[in-house]
């Protein structure tokens, strides 16, 4: 079945660093979407790429989806605590059958 | 809106006991999903709906029953419980809108098995 593959599996950083995470998949992607979630809490939706080499800006955070749709990276830049949490991308099985794949996440750890 | 709401938050169950968690959405989402979250190995889709009175399994089905009888509840049941079940598990309901699909997520039940 699909699989898309996520590093680093953990990333500390020093408050004000910058972070990247990285998803991995061995065939091409229709989408890609992100999560993040913060500790003890629940998947909250980031952002779907769609586009081959699609980049998208949420405030200190850029996505960006591969020329070839097989990979896709979450950077942050100049961390904050507020970063702190496990960051997933998740993609949609081929043949449409609805199904999300998730990533096994990149947990972030922030020291002020 | 309350969004997607789970109860219980957490149950504690003994080896063959029977529950089921419950999980409804008042956004009028036709997709309905399950997952559990366990240490390092994200989240797996145990089942999911794509309307009302269809189901379908998802990755890790076995030991899992659902039933989408109305747009709103997808309760999740555990046959006999297992220790291997011991898990967070996650309910969502799907927007799509634009090409975007958006899952939310619930608060999740936090499960142990004994």
């Known amino acids: 079945g699909q699989q898309v593959m996520q590093i680093p599996q953990y990333q500390h950083v020093q408050e004000g660093e910058d972070f990247t995470t990285y998803c991995n998949s061995s065939?091409?992607?229709?989408?890609i979407q992100w999560y993040k979630q913060r500790p003890g809490g629940h998947p909250v939706f980031l952002i779907q790429l769609v586009k081959s080499g699609e980049v998208k800006k949420q405030k200190r955070l850029t996505f960006q989806f591969g020329e070839a749709k097989k990979n896709s990276s979450l950077h942050i830049t100049a961390t904050q605590t507020t970063d702190v949490g496990t960051y997933f991308c998740a993609v949609l099985t081929q043949g449409g059958s609805e199904k999300l794949v998730f990533g096994k996440g990149t947990k972030l750890t922030v020291n002020p | 809106n309350a969004g997607v709401t789970q109860t219980p938050k957490f149950q504690v169950l003994k080896t063959g006991q029977s529950m089921t968690l419950q999980c409804a959405q008042d956004m009028n989402h036709e997709y309905m999903s399950w997952y559990r979250q366990d240490p390092g190995m994200g989240l797996r889709l145990i089942h999911y709906s794509v309307g009302a009175g269809i189901t379908d399994q998802g990755e890790v089905p076995n030991g899992y029953n659902v039933s989408r009888s109305t747009t709103e509840d997808f309760p999740l049941r555990l046959l006999s419980a297992a220790p291997s079940q011991t898990s967070v598990y996650f309910c969502a309901s799907t927007l799509t809108s634009g090409g975007v699909e958006t899952q939310y997520f619930g608060p999740g039940t936090r499960l142990l098995v004994l």
């Open positions: 065939t091409t992607l229709s989408n």
